[in-house]
Nanobody
C-alpha cells in the first residue's frame, strides 16, 4: 500500500512558476513508475509527465515539453513537478500517481491520455490567470 500526498498548488499569473510536490509513504518498493496527471473542469484527466523508478528517461505530453520538469528525490521519497512559463490552459487539478505495473505508461503520458495507476493522490488545484 502506497499513500500519496500532493502539495504546492495555488494561483499564479500567466508566465509564472510553481512547484508541485508529492510525498509518498508506505511500501515504496511496490512502485515502479510515478507520474503527474491533471484534469480541467469538464475535461478528461490527461497524462502530463511520468518516469520509471531507476531509469533516467522522463516523459511529457507535448503541451508541457520544455516548460515542465518531473523529478524524484529518492532520499525524501518525494516526486516533484516544476512548472514554468505557466499558461491559462494549465489550470487544472493535478494528481500524483504511482503504480507497480506500468506497461506503456510512457506512451499514455506522451499522448496526454489518462492511465490506470494503482495509487492516486487527492489532487492539488493549480490556477493560472491572465
Amino acid at each position: 500500500q502506497v499513500q500519496l500526498l500532493e502539495s504546492g498548488g495555488g494561483s499564479v499569473q500567466v508566465g509564472g512558476s510553481l512547484r508541485l510536490s508529492c510525498a509518498a509513504s508506505g511500501d515504496k518498493y511496490s512502485v515502479n513508475c510515478m507520474g503527474w496527471f491533471r484534469q480541467a473542469p469538464g475535461k478528461e484527466r490527461e497524462g502530463v509527465a511520468g518516469l520509471y523508478i531507476g531509469i533516467a528517461n522522463r516523459y511529457y505530453t507535448n503541451s508541457v515539453k520544455g516548460r515542465f520538469t518531473i523529478s524524484r528525490d529518492n532520499d525524501k521519497n518525494t516526486l516533484y513537478l516544476q512548472m514554468n512559463s505557466l499558461k491559462p490552459e494549465d489550470t487544472a487539478v493535478y494528481y500524483c500517481a504511482a503504480s507497480y505495473r506500468c506497461p506503456d505508461l510512457w506512451k499514455a503520458v506522451e499522448a496526454g491520455r489518462d492511465y490506470v495507476m494503482d495509487y492516486w493522490g487527492k489532487g492539488t488545484l493549480v490556477t493560472v490567470s491572465s
